[in-house]
Nanobody
């Protein structure tokens, strides 16, 4: 059974930091590109960051570049999102995503809420 379980969300003040974690199981982790998406109320889901299968190819959305860092632990089948200098516009539900890169095989976590407010 495929599982992606996010944690680490919460309420943080502007300028603060959070680290999201996604623990996975049920699939061959190293075969998948791992991504973080987010969806704010009334907005479409957007890609925040992605990391390639061996952890070297990292890409970021323009809104989070230079503030967020994605990483993965291929020994423990986990992916992380370190978020710094958080802004109110970062408020959203953050989703972990595993993308095989072919045949439209994609898995999603249930999401974790991040709220940035003073």
């Amino acid at each position: 059974q495929v599982q992606l379980v996010e944690s680490g969300g919460g309420l943080v003040q502007p300028g603060g930091s959070l680290r999201l974690s996604c623990v996975t199981s049920g699939f061959v982790f190293t075969n998948y590109i791992m991504k973080w998406y987010r969806q704010a109320p009334g907005k479409e889901r957007e890609l925040v960051a992605s990391v390639g299968r061996v952890g070297r190819d990292k890409r970021y959305g323009d809104a989070v570049k230079d503030r967020f860092t994605i990483s993965r632990d291929n020994h423990n089948d986990r992916v992380f999102l370190q978020m710094s200098n958080l802004k109110p516009e970062d408020t959203a539900v953050y989703y972990c995503n595993a993308d095989l890169g072919t045949e439209n095989i994609v898995y999603w976590g249930q999401g974790t809420q991040v709220t940035v407010a003073s």
